[in-house]
């Protein structure tokens, strides 16, 4: 895609196997130089090791995105050392059973799950834009992506922490597109439908993914590959005139 090349990526949730480690390979194929970030230091090393050995420009970081500091020092880390920040993905959260394996309703929702999941999934966007928005302003353009999830279309009777959460990011990313637009700093939503993660490829069943495949208007449920060629996009200069809007990658599964 046109614009990439030799730009610099930050991806705040990147491992191998899921949706941000799919991402930042992409990204590097592109010819951007990429930070992956995660709070699983060892599992973003991973990803760059691939990407390295592949011949791409890339280096690990660990970030705990609930943590301003943190974010602050992942933004601080990559202008020093690329000179600039072009794309940032926001794409972390906490999918493990002791958060989302409690989420239930909003009835019963522990307030330690519903707080954590606003930390990671809303706050700790926000801090990423917060001291990415300024360094893209001064350098003249960027572009952001926050990972929604076509859960928040679906009103789902349970993980109301997580939807809440990614309902959230609408409005945080509406009003970055707002502030940053005239500054040539876009900010954009992608929201995944079902996708085959390592992760959910090794948790989940065949008849549990027959049943998903019955509900998306194509032959296939997604891959983390099919949200990687949407941010490169959006990363883009192609997607150079798109910007405060929520793109929905789940092969047709809902309409909007
Ligand atoms: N996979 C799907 O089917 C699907 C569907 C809808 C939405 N999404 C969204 O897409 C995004 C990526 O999903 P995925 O399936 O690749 O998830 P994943 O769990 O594989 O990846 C999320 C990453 O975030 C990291 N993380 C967790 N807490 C963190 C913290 N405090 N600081 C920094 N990093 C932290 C994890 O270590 C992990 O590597 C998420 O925002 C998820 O909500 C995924």
């Known amino acids: 895609m046109r614009g990439l090349q030799d730009k610099v990526a930050v991806i705040a949730g990147a491992a191998p196997g899921n949706i941000g480690g799919a991402s930042a390979k992409r990204l590097a194929e592109e010819g951007m130089r990429v930070v992956a970030a995660d709070l699983n230091e060892g599992a973003a090393q991973a990803v760059v090791d691939e990407i390295n050995a592949a011949g791409g420009t890339s280096v690990a970081r660990g970030l705990d995105i609930t943590d301003e500091n943190s974010y602050r020092d992942l933004v601080t880390f990559t202008v020093d050392r690329f000179g600039g920040l072009h794309g940032l993905f926001n794409v972390a959260a906490d999918l493990s059973a002791a958060t989302i394996g409690r989420d239930s309703d909003v009835t019963s929702v522990p307030v330690d799950v519903w707080q954590h999941t606003i930390d990671v999934t809303l706050t700790g966007y926000m801090y990423g834009i917060r001291h990415t928005l300024p360094v893209m302003i001064r350098q003249g353009g960027g572009s ?65 993914r027959d049943e998903m495949l019955a509900t998306v208007r194509s032959p296939r449920l997604g891959r983390p590959d099919d949200l990687a060629a949407m941010v490169a996009f959006l990363f883009s200069d192609d997607g150079a005139y798109v910007n405060g809007q929520s793109l929905l990658v789940d092969g047709g599964a809902s309409f909007t």
């Open 144 to 208: 952001i992506v926050n990972t929604m999830s076509s859960a928040v279309w679906l009103g789902e009777t349970e993980r109301v922490a997580y939807q809440a959460a990614k309902s959230g990011l609408i409005g945080l990313t509406r009003h970055t597109a707002s502030l940053g637009g005239r500054h040539g700093v876009r900010a954009n939503l992608v929201s995944p439908g079902v996708i085959l993660t390592g992760a959910a490829l090794s948790t989940t069943t065949a008849q549990w």
